[in-house]
């Protein structure tokens, strides 16, 4: 009985799709910081935010609401439920043509400082200096 040599390749290909694999799983471990900027819309504006009972919420201590479809984005840019939220968080947030809260984003103390900042410029432009 003769055996064949074994090709090289299957073993190979399997061992990229290990690493790929091995990859993609440390790029979801890091936290956001680690992987890189995360970058916001221009229309959210920074805030003080705090989940009350779904849909309500509060922003900077006035009372809004949640749009149906809200997303909530946490500082590795994962989506959680706003039920999984207790206290309030600095964050981004973005709304609707209606003037519900579409989108959230919790943001690390330097986002925060930085979205801060941003929103300084933004206000010193649109007055006109």
Known sequence: MLLQPRDPAPSRDR??????????????????????????????RPGRFAVRVFPEAML????????????IYDQ????????????????LVERDPVGDISR???????EFQAAQVRERERARSASGR
């Open 15 to 44: 061992r990229h799709a290990l690493r790929a694999g091995a990859a993609a799983a440390l790029a979801c471990w890091l936290p956001a910081s680690a992987q890189g900027t995360r970058s916001f819309p221009q229309a959210a």
């Open 60 to 71: 900077d201590g006035q009372s809004v609401r949640l749009s149906a479809g809200a997303r």
């Open 76 to 91: 590795r840019n994962m989506i959680v439920m706003p039920a999984s939220l207790s206290g309030s968080f600095d964050a």
């Open 104 to 110: 959230v984003w919790l943001l690390t103390p330097e």
